[in-house]
């Protein structure tokens, strides 16, 4: 997990507010994926980003939800109008390349996660 | 639809025994497994892998056996130790469409070593 950075940790929203969550990349790194786990779930893949671009988004709620990451600093996942169902544990995880069909386990890195509670 | 099950939420077993975590899957496009350590509050940590090339790779006390037939891979820990004690995920990735970035994951299976 060392270098992955996420930031709130945990983070207290009421309904309707909006939630944004930052996370740095492992030095090096220029592709970032963002995974949601539900309480009593396992982790589900929400969107896969490279600097300025959504490669990949199709795990997205298709409203509320937006993801980018800029030429210059952290990626941002942001909830807008959060509801209760939102609240999870949000991963972000690092690669150095994107991840191809030979690409080892270890070359994609998680962080320590955001908590968002919706009260 | 589930396409990564594990059918366990927990195992419970002593210090120095063998720990038997299993996992299945329904889709055919994944070719490469992993399993994933994770502590409470803090995020996965990759474990081990094996391509589906291989039936089973090993690394230390950590051994991984892939069924390709059956769709069913498990990890062996030998011997467990209580610093073991942690939620075990499956997780797995094919190259359908291009997309074999995207790690489908499994539940979990919280598994307890007792001193």
């Known amino acids: 997990n060392a270098g992955v950075m996420q930031n709130p940790r945990h983070l207290v929203r009421r309904r309707g507010q909006e939630a944004r969550l930052r996370c740095s990349p492992m030095?090096?790194?220029?592709?970032v994926y963002w995974y949601r786990q539900l309480p009593e779930e396992g982790l589900k893949f929400m969107v896969y980003?490279?600097?300025?671009?959504?490669?990949?988004e199709s795990g997205m709620p298709k409203e509320r939800f937006s993801a980018e990451f800029p030429k210059e600093g952290p990626s941002i996942l942001r909830i807008q109008q959060v509801v209760r169902g939102d609240s999870a544990a949000y991963f972000c995880?690092?690669?150095?390349?994107?991840?191809?069909?030979?690409?080892?386990?270890?070359?994609?890195?998680f962080g320590e996660g955001s908590w968002l509670t919706v009260v | 639809d589930q396409q990564v099950k594990q059918n366990s939420p927990s195992l419970s077993v002593q210090e120095g025994r063998i720990s038997i975590l299993n996992c299945d899957y329904t889709?055919?496009?994944?070719?490469?497994f992993l399993w994933y350590k994770k502590y409470p509050a803090e995020g996965p940590t990759f474990l081990i892998s094996i391509s589906s090339i291989k039936d089973k790779n090993e690394d230390g006390r950590f051994t991984v056996f892939l069924n390709k037939s059956a769709k069913h891979l498990s990890l062996h820990i030998v011997p467990s130790q209580p610093g073991d004690s942690a939620v075990y995920f499956c997780a797995a990735r094919g190259n359908s469409g291009g997309s074999n970035y995207k790690l489908t994951f499994g539940k979990g299976t919280l598994l307890t070593v007792n001193p």
């Open positions: 995880a690092s690669s150095p390349t994107g991840q191809t069909r030979g690409s080892s386990g270890n070359t994609i890195y």
């Open positions: 030095k090096g790194h220029s592709h």
């Open positions: 980003l490279q600097k300025e671009n959504i490669i990949d």
């Open positions: 889709n055919s496009m994944f070719d490469y």
